[in-house]
């Protein structure tokens, strides 16, 4: 899914997927942005490469550096707090 973003929807050098305003395919996209490096903190595997997607890279910083994005993202230890506690309760669920 990464690869097809990286070479078809960000091109042209624009900032978001709809130019240069946030528009509902950002908002959709946003746990790309957000979650997925704290999935992959939580799981200790690297999924997203700077290097191997230097737009979607790029749509990420433009994105998260919107003041209302910025200012109504969760917190990220919050995040993993949660992450955390969903696994322990899975696993103690099927230890019974």
Do not use: T, Y
């Amino acid at each position: 899914m990464l690869e097809v973003v990286e070479e078809h929807a960000l091109i042209g050098g624009k900032k978001f997927f709809g130019g240069d305003e946030i528009n509902m395919v950002d908002i959709a996209f946003c746990s790309v942005a957000h979650w997925l490096g704290v999935i992959e903190d939580f799981v200790g595997l690297k999924i997203f490469e700077p290097h191997k997607f230097p737009r979607l890279n790029s749509w990420i910083q433009n994105f998260k550096s919107v003041p209302v994005i910025k200012d109504n993202l969760p917190d990220i230890d919050k995040m993993l707090s949660l992450l955390k506690r969903r696994r322990e309760m899975l696993l103690a669920s099927k230890s019974s």
